[in-house]
Nanobody
Framework: QVQLVESGGGSVQAGGSLRLSCAAS????????MSWYRQAPGKEREFVSA???????SYADSGKGRFTIYRDNAKNTVYLQINSLKAEDTAMYYC???????????????WGQGTQVNVSS
């Protein structure tokens, strides 16, 4: 079972920055495609950014130029750097892990518990 623990959220003013972290309990010989999603009150969960096991990245249009995703494989941690925060970035941010691999124990989609980001204008 993969476990994901997010941290780094908080309350900031518009224009500020935050770095979110997602620490993962990576299983041996599995590959992990990691991503961030967010969900604002009354809205559906939406894609924010992703990084695959090879380091390839993608971003939602809302975050291009402001969000940077990267991973530290030695620490089994994925980060989301958010700059120039806007009020509309206010949401619960979730980390997601899609685990793959040839070994029988590899597989599944896992979610963390979320970290709250509040941006005041």
């Amino acid at each position: 079972q993969v476990q994901l623990v997010e941290s780094g959220g908080g309350s900031v003013q518009a224009g500020g920055s935050l770095r979110l972290s997602c620490a993962a309990s990576i299983r041996l010989s599995c590959t992990n495609d990691m991503s961030w999603y967010r969900q604002a009150p009354g809205k559906e969960r939406e894609f924010v950014s992703a990084i695959d096991s090879g380091g390839g990245t993608s971003y939602a249009d809302s975050g291009k130029g402001r969000f940077t995703i990267y991973r530290d494989n030695a620490k089994n941690t994925v980060y989301l750097q958010i700059n120039s925060l806007k009020a509309e970035d206010t949401a619960m941010y979730y980390c997601k892990d899609v685990e793959r691999g040839a070994n029988s124990w590899c597989g599944g989609t896992y979610w963390g518990q979320g970290t709250q980001v509040n941006v005041s204008s």
